[in-house]
């Protein structure tokens, strides 16, 4: 299974952005997607994320502190996360990865949970 992120680049405070992240692989059943942020000299930290409660769109949620300009959103159908920021600012300057929880495994199972990361885009926000 392979993550693939994409969306970043170099953006002009005030502005807005829009990150996607797409899963591909074998894949019986995505259980959630999340996205995290990771600024220069700090830790990595979860900014929201998507589970998959049986609809087309999960279930989303984005931690309390970052609530607010931060959006995110899924197509559970397609395997794919986004995240849009709003009124950018620059301590938004980061690398944004995005995360996915899935099971594997033959058909009638048993299935295996598994984890994985996507590369990185890195949004880099100007005054």
């Known amino acids: 299974v392979q993550l693939q992120a994409s969306g970043g680049g170099l953006v002009q405070s005030g502005r807005s952005v829009r990150l996607t992240c797409v899963a591909s692989?074998?894949?019986?059943?995505?259980?959630?997607m999340g996205w995290y942020r990771q600024a220069p000299g700090k830790e990595r930290e979860l900014i929201g994320h998507?589970?998959?409660?049986?609809?087309?769109?999960?279930?989303?949620s984005v931690r309390g502190s970052v609530r607010g300009r931060f959006t995110v959103s899924g197509d559970i159908t397609k395997n794919t996360v986004y995240l849009r920021i709003d009124s950018l600012k620059a301590e938004d300057t980061a690398t944004y990865y995005c995360?996915?929880?899935?099971?594997?495994?033959?058909?009638?199972?048993?299935?295996?949970?598994?984890?994985?990361w996507g590369q990185g885009t890195l949004v880099t926000v100007s005054s």
């Open positions: 995360n996915a929880q899935y099971s594997t495994g033959p058909a009638g199972g048993p299935y295996v949970t598994s984890d994985q």
């Open positions: 692989g074998h894949i019986n059943r995505l259980n959630a």
């Open positions: 998507v589970i998959n409660d049986g609809s087309a769109s999960g279930h989303a």
